[in-house]
């Protein structure tokens, strides 16, 4: 397990509150599809799992992106359905489709579920990181994650992506006690899946709870904010000193709690957070990351930067991580990275 006290390293500083010289910059899935030598590792395997599970692959494609630009971190290839995979559930991702699960409906199919063959799974994962840490300059850091259970426990239900997650909603409405047996063993698992990235070199984790908004206020305390908290505790307790960065996409104003209750040390902001209300409502709270929107960074042009310039007025004066408010499109030019990493640099 590395040092995270590192003094040297701008994201590691911002997320122990530190303002630094110019704010660390990374962005989430920035390894992936809108990298030409992504694509070209892509048609060597047979599946995205296969790739996720082929540690000398997950480690290559995790540091391309840091080869062609002066970003900050390097972020894990892998995704977060590695957790219900690991628990015997079919997964697989069809192109052009995206994940499809067998759906867990009900407690008893939720009852069947083990985490025997998790360590094995997730085994990959740790041997990538390790490779990775290997290969990365001291200064750079290496990021973990998982997905929040809420999340993934949506994915598990529908058997895939949803518009309205109401297949999962729907089941912690009429079975709380089922659906929050599988939240509980969410938490666990995933708990000790992110002590194990810690161990393997990760020096920072990111919780992505992608479907938080779409949780009712009552519904967000307990599933959002009540699993992150309980996650958090859990990792907190095996290794104190790595911060974790907590993403609850959509969740607007419930955002100010998420932050308070959580453990969280930094927040991520999705961009439809308003730049004042960061600075006010959670910037007061905790470094803060965010919120450039992907679509932007791929349509680029004056718009791009003038937007990077406010988003460094309004956020760069106190513990600030530059990210995107969601992941980078996959039609997104490299060279508009380029360009973004140019305007934060020159901040």
């Known amino acids: 397990m590395l040092d995270t006290q590192s003094t040297n390293n701008r994201l590691l500083r911002a997320l122990k509150g530190e303002l630094t010289e110019t704010p660390p910059l990374w962005l989430m899935r920035q390894a992936g599809r809108y990298l030409p030598e992504y ?169 992505f709870d992608s479907w938080s908004g779409s949780l009712a206020e009552d519904e967000f305390a307990r599933w959002s904010i009540g699993a992150t908290k309980a996650l958090v505790a859990k990792v907190k307790a095996e290794v104190p000193d790595v911060p974790i960065i907590g993403f609850p996409k959509g969740a607007g104003p419930s955002a100010i709690p998420y932050a308070r209750r959580t453990g969280i040390d930094a927040i991520g902001c999705d961009t439809s957070l308003p730049l004042r209300f960061i600075a006010d409502n959670l910037q007061n709270l905790m470094p803060v990351q965010g919120n450039l929107d992907p679509v932007l960074l791929m349509a680029g042009g004056e718009h791009l930067d003038r937007r990077v310039g406010q988003i460094l007025e309004a956020l760069g004066d106190r513990p600030f991580v530059f990210n995107l408010g969601h992941g980078i499109l996959p039609q997104t030019p490299p060279e508009h990275v380029s360009r973004l990493v140019s305007l934060v640099r020159s901040k």
């Not at 994915?155 to 297949?167: H, L, V």
């Open 39 to 207: 694509r070209e590792i892509r048609t060597k395997v047979g599946s995205f799992l296969e790739l996720c599970g082929t540690p000398e692959l997950a480690a290559e494609v995790t540091l391309q992106p840091l080869r062609r630009f002066d970003l900050d971190a390097a972020i894990i290839f892998s995704d977060i359905l590695i957790v219900p995979f690991a628990l015997g559930q079919q997964v697989e991702f069809v192109k052009g489709e995206g994940p499809k699960l067998d759906p867990i409906t009900d407690g008893k199919a939720i009852a069947k579920l083990e985490r025997k063959a998790a360590g094995d799974t997730f085994a990959p994962v740790y041997e990538a990181l390790r490779r990775v840490r290997a290969e990365l300059d001291p200064d750079t850091a290496l990021i973990g994650f998982c997905g929040a259970p809420w999340t993934v426990a949506t994915y598990m239900i529908a058997g895939g992506g949803s518009k309205d997650q109401a297949e999962a909603r729907a089941l912690a409405y009429s079975d709380p006690e089922a659906f929050a047996g599988l939240i509980d063993l969410l938490v666990d698992v995933s708990a000790g899946y992110l002590i194990e990235q810690v161990k393997a070199g990760a020096q920072v984790l990111q919780i």
